[in-house]
């Protein structure tokens, strides 16, 4: 498909191309900031612009991959006829591009994207949901050539989706994040947790998660539990998270 | 070195596996449910015993892997001589051997253990102590048997990394049961998650978990942050545990 790229960030850079790859044609990156849009027009054999009245008209499918809050408004500026818009959020409802287009849908990618780290977009599942029958086919192939993973999804159950992602993903993240804190401050290297987080996301590609839960809340390790929030008397806000995990934990038996 | 497991759980399953693998000799599984003990005591060629007062006393190092909170009374119901006494929590101080044994010290496996799931040993950290240089010396060959990353560490830099992979593992896992347990309650499939949680562990692997942060919360998506709290209304736990770490991530910036 003839395909235009509305962002340049994490989501649009890979999306762009994977379907570069899939041999799609990528005719145009529209960024806020010319110079990211030229980085990626470059990178997808493409032209770039930062004026939404100067959007290629030729696309068959606009694909919008910005911040949540500014699909709207970037939506707005477009002045489609009978092309397709898509935005690729999670949480954004489909209602939001009715307005500005007769044929419009989502297509989110369910991935965490870094800029530097390319990803196997084959294994990615790509949430798709057109406002008729006929857009969400055409999305539905659409997202075929670039995933094994395509799958139809309302609005409503993609928003779930998203919240769960976050507690999985994001959440998760960040829990490394102040792992990393906690041993920096005592000159620990780090390093020797990664065995440790790449065998806990092993594990539930196999087994659900509850039933591999291990460490001292899981097993009422009261003397731990309180030897821990001891260690992080420092650290307040940590100590708040240890607890209410703790407990989560306990709670989940 | 002849070595005798005292314990029949997760941990002295995979230590005694590697153990054995390695060449040493299993010479008796204590565990206090005999059954149990001789499930492993089969595996490892070896024979088990539930009474403490009939351990083999020709053991080189004695291994204990039970729970943190009865290292103790099963320490003081060995009755060693001058055999090498070891335990292998993360919390538990050396301190708690030295009135069993005259040589005694730490053996950490740093590691999320399940008992179905093999584990590949030699990628697996293993922190060890001695209370002289000598048994440090003996613990650490032993470890550099097992693992390529053997490194000797004092109890309180050990309980240290002990709390750093509670955030890491323990509740990351819980907080990939949460997202379970969202998308379950709406029969959305958790394998859905699976790439991306895959994909989230992957990257630590190469990058500063903080410099690849995503999600709502980095992005200070305040619409998105609210539309999910909405959505969670149902599951006051979670709202709880949403706001702690979304704080958290935006105070992280």
């Known amino acids: 498909m003839k395909v235009v790229l509305i962002g340049s960030g994490n989501v649009a850079t890979h999306l762009g191309i994977a379907l570069k790859e899939a041999g ?3 005719l145009q990156v529209w960024s806020k900031t010319l ?40 939506a707005a500026g ?7 818009l898509v935005h690729t959020s999670g949480t954004v409802s489909l209602d939001q591009l009715a307005a500005h287009a007769d044929r419009c849908g989502v297509f989110y990618p369910l991935q965490t994207f870094s800029k530097n780290k390319s990803i196997g977009f084959l294994t990615v599942p790509v949430l798709v949901e057109g406002n008729t029958q006929e857009v969400g086919e055409v999305l539905f192939t659409l997202a075929g050539t670039i995933s094994n993973q395509a799958c139809e999804m309302s609005s409503e159950e993609r928003s779930v989706l998203h919240v769960a992602a ?7 993240n960040h829990l490394y994040a ?15 947790l990664k065995p440790l987080i790449a065998e806990t996301a092993a594990k539930i590609q196999h087994y659900p ?19 821990h929030k ?24």
Chains 1, 2 share one sequence.
């Open 24 to 26: 799609h044609q990528i």
């Open 35 to 74: 110079l990211h849009g030229k980085v990626l027009a470059d990178i997808l054999h493409s032209s770039a612009t930062d004026d939404l009245t100067k959007i290629d008209q030729e696309g068959e499918i606009y694909i919008i991959a910005v911040k949540d809050d500014f699909i709207s408004e970037v």
């Open 78 to 84: 477009l002045n489609l006829k009978h092309q397709i």
């Open 166 to 172: 976050v507690f999985a993903c994001n959440f998760s």
């Open 178 to 192: 102040l792992s990393e804190k906690i041993l920096q401050d005592r000159g620990i290297d780090f390093n020797l």
């Open 209 to 227: 998660p509850a039933d591999v839960q291990t460490g001292p809340a899981i097993r009422n390790d009261l003397l731990t539990l309180a030897r």
């Open 230 to 253: 001891e260690l992080l008397n420092n650290y307040p806000d940590l100590k708040d998270i240890y607890e209410i995990l703790s407990n989560s934990i306990m709670r989940s038996k």
